[in-house]
């Protein structure tokens, strides 16, 4: 039941992967160092008040905030993390990049991603985990920041610091959500998974990184059949719980879906004169899980998606007053309608559906309260006195 998206190790490129085409890539470098919570907060002084909380922005563009906007700027990458030097060289276009399909370099940019630009000194997943694209896992911190945004007379303030508790649900061995949250926003983070070794990865994580070990704490889900019950615990309150819930509902569909993700990029590399035509290529199963992580849990569950959703669904009714507000990705369309629709019979007071571009991708975030708006400006006034 680990809840990590099924993109795996190919990398959520913002733009291209790699710096902007036309600009030399030693003219656009990022801030050294992790995006606090206080610049965050000042970047976010005017967070638009949503109701449907769709993308305000184009399409094929991340979040205003999100710092990923503009593309990987390798040679400040390079600076920062010397160890993804071997991985990167010219594309096709003059421009620094790495090969997607090569796990160890996407990992490595991963690692590069995170010392950069959120000050994480510390990461590394075991072999055949999930390895997160972190331009779309922080657009989806960023929309929950917007949700949480308190209204102060005229403006409205983002929700930072360590008063604001999130709950990660199957937070996986590479724990991105919480790295992310805290690194941008100062909040605290649980993480819960069913898998024992991707819960001792991630505590390890935070264990290696000083400065933010005392903000994430690791729970182990004993029962697959259940998302909240023996997590949640006893009086304790969460501000928002976070999911990435499993995409397909078999083993086999799995490894088509990285199959076809590997032939893809295959395609393209072809298709710029890097690689040999893909169809001389014999892809296998086997070769989908060499290539992209994935354990059982972060990519398949019974009944995929729309099953997990409606469990989720169902058991978040029990926690009604310990949770502000539940959220979730939705990756398939098609299940958003069904939700919706569970959501109105266990009388969920505000649904909103909010939409996130990534490129050509469009992603979705399902949120859901149960409490009413009179008891939501009470929760804010007890949290933040």
Known sequence: MNQKNKSANAVNKPTKASTPKREPADKKRAKVGSFTAKTQAKAGKQVPAHTKLKSSQPTK??????LHNNGYDFVALIAAFPKLTPFVK????????IDFADPQAVKMLNAGLLKLHYGVEHWDIPAGFLCPPIPGRADYIHYIADLLAVDSGNKTRLATGARIRALDIGTGANVIYPLLGIQSYGWDFVGSDVDPLSIDNAQ??????DKISNKFSARLQTNVQQVFSGIIQANERFDVTLCNPPF?????????????????????????????P?????LKKSDSVLNFG?????????GGEQAFLK?????????AAQCLWFTTLVSKKDNLKPAKRLLQQVQATEVKEIEMHQGNKITRVLAWTFLK?????????????
């Open 311 to 319: 469990l989720m669904i169902n058991e978040s009714r029990q926690f």
């Open 61 to 66: 563009t991340l979040h205003p905030r999100n």
């Open 278 to 282: 893909v169809a001389k290529l014999s």
């Open 248 to 276: 397909h509902a078999s083993l086999a569909e799995a490894s088509e879906g990285t199959t076809r993700k590997l032939k893809n990029l295959a395609a393209n590399k072809a298709a710029k004169g890097t690689a040999k």
């Open 204 to 209: 390890q994580i935070f264990n290696a990184n």
């Open 90 to 97: 010219p594309n096709p276009y003059g421009n620094l990049s």
């Open 373 to 385: 708006p009179e008891q939501r400006i009470q929760w804010q006034k007890f949290r933040d006195a």
């Open 294 to 302: 994935g354990q059982k849990a972060e990519l398949w569950c019974e």
